[in-house]
Every structure is written in structure tokens, then in C-alpha cells.
Nanobody
Framework: QVQVAESGGGLVQAGGSLRLSCAASGSIVRLSDMSWYRQPTGKQREWVATITSAGRSAYGDSVLGRFTISRDNAKNTVYLQMNSLKPEDTAVYYC??????????????WGQGTQVTVSS
């Protein structure tokens, strides 16, 4: 079994910064892509960023230039550094991990989410 847990959410003023962390644990042979998504209240879940096991990253248009995704493969952890936060960044942020438990099969695991609230 695999567990994915986010941390680091909270309340911040517009223009401020937050750093989210997401750790995967359990029966992990290898972690493939790790991603962040977010879901504002009453809206659909939105892709934020992805980082591959080799460290290549991609970002959604709404966060490009403000957010940075990184990972520590030794710790099975992905981070999301969020700068220049805006009220529209307010959402529950979810971590997604593509996990190989039995090669070569990958399965997606989701965390429970962490709330980020940006006040104006």
C-alpha cells in the first residue's frame, strides 16, 4: 500500500509565499511523475505542475513564472514553492504520484489535499 500526504498549506496575504510538500511512502519500487493539482471551492480540479523522475518540469499557464516544482528522489518527496500569490490561487492543493509497486505497472495515488488561502 502507498500513502501520499501533503503539508504546508495555510493562510497568506496576496504577494506572499508558501511552500507545499508531498511525501509518498509505502511499497514503492519507483516514483515516476509527481504532480500538483488544485481545486477552488465549487470549481473543477485544475492541473498546476508536473515534474518527471529526471527532473523535467511543466506548469499550467496560470502559475508559470510564479510557482516552482521540485523533488527529492531520496525522500520520495515533491515540493511546490509558490511566490507572488494571488487571491485566485486560493484552493485545496492535491498531490498526485505515479507509483511503480510492481514493475512495470504504474498506479496513480492522491493525497488528501491541503488548503491554501490567499487574502487580498
Amino acid at each position: 500500500q502507498v500513502q501520499v500526504a501533503e503539508s504546508g498549506g495555510g493562510l497568506v496575504q496576496a504577494g506572499g509565499s508558501l511552500r507545499l510538500s508531498c511525501a509518498a511512502s509505502g511499497s514503492i519500487v519507483r516514483l515516476s511523475d509527481m504532480s500538483w493539482y488544485r481545486q477552488p471551492t465549487g470549481k473543477q480540479r485544475e492541473w498546476v505542475a508536473t515534474i518527471t523522475s529526471a527532473g523535467r518540469s511543466a506548469y499550467g499557464d496560470s502559475v508559470l513564472g510564479r510557482f516552482t516544482i521540485s523533488r527529492d528522489n531520496a525522500k520520495n518527496t515533491v515540493y511546490l514553492q509558490m511566490n507572488s500569490l494571488k487571491p485566485e490561487d486560493t484552493a485545496v492543493y492535491y498531490c498526485n504520484a505515479a507509483v511503480v509497486e510492481v514493475a512495470p505497472y504504474e498506479y496513480d495515488y492522491w493525497g488528501q489535499g491541503t488548503q491554501v488561502t490567499v487574502s487580498s
